[in-house]
């Protein structure tokens, strides 16, 4: 089956630095989503792409939907102690309506 | 405005017990969503719904059945519950297919154990 990886699985980063994560497949995506955890929390959906090459912004967060449609990278920029969480992927295809793929998630840490 | 809302937070049932999760969203969102999530994992759909009274499968919807008699609110049932379904499960909303908005909204989960 189809199947999402994400690196870096965890990092630890110090308060002001950016960070980069991506996430690969060895499968084609048409539609790739890009969520935040907080410990005991449900999920809130940052970022949506939906076109290769496709970059789009959401304050310091940008994601960029890669070029051959199997990878995607989501990029934060001068972290703050709020964006500590679990970063998921998600990706689908169109004859997968909503049944979207979920990586396993990196877990970010920011150290003040 | 609550937004979407689960009930009840946790629960812990026996073996073959039944029981049912309730979802309520007050966005008039069309499509609803319930995933369980596992320890140290993604979420998994297990069944969505794209209007009143209309329910579809999602990636593992074995042993699960779902109601949307109203278009507010999602129920999500366990029939005979086996200690393979002690998850997390949550329930999330949107206006429109996720293929085509970035809007979703998603309650704050139930923690469901199965001894």
């Known amino acids: 089956g189809q199947q999402l990886n994400q690196s870096p699985q965890s990092m630890f980063i110090q308060e002001g630095e950016d960070v980069s994560m991506n996430c690969t497949s060895s499968s084609i995506f048409n539609t790739w989503l890009w969520y935040k955890q907080d410990p005991g929390e449900g999920p809130v959906l940052l970022i949506a792409?939906?076109?290769?090459?496709e970059l789009t912004s959401n304050g310091r967060l940008t994601a960029q939907f890669g070029t051959t449609r199997k990878d995607s990278f989501l990029n934060i920029s001068a972290s703050i102690p709020s964006d500590v969480g679990i970063y998921f992927c998600?990706?689908?295809?169109?004859?997968?309506?909503?049944?979207?793929?979920f990586g396993p998630g990196t877990r970010l840490s920011v150290l003040p | 405005n609550a937004g979407v809302t689960q009930t009840p937070k946790f629960r812990v049932l026996k073996t073959g017990q039944s029981m049912t999760l309730l979802c309520a969203q007050d966005m008039n969102h069309e499509y609803m969503y319930w995933y369980r999530q596992d320890p140290g994992m993604g979420l998994r759909l297990i069944h969505y719904?794209?209007?009143?009274?209309?329910?579809a499968k999602g990636e593992v919807p074995d042993g699960y059945n779902v109601s949307r008699l109203k278009k507010q609110n999602f129920l999500l049932g366990l029939e005979s519950a086996a200690p393979s379904q002690t998850s997390v499960y949550f329930c999330?909303?949107?206006?429109?297919?996720?293929?085509?908005?970035?809007?979703?909204?998603f309650g704050p989960g139930t923690r469901l154990t199965v001894l």
């Open positions: 998600a990706a689908s295809v169109d004859n997968y309506g909503q049944n979207f793929v």
């Open positions: 719904s794209v209007g009143e009274g209309t329910t």
């Open positions: 792409l939906y076109k290769a090459g």
């Open positions: 999330a909303s949107s206006p429109r297919d996720l293929r085509y908005t970035d809007t979703q909204y």
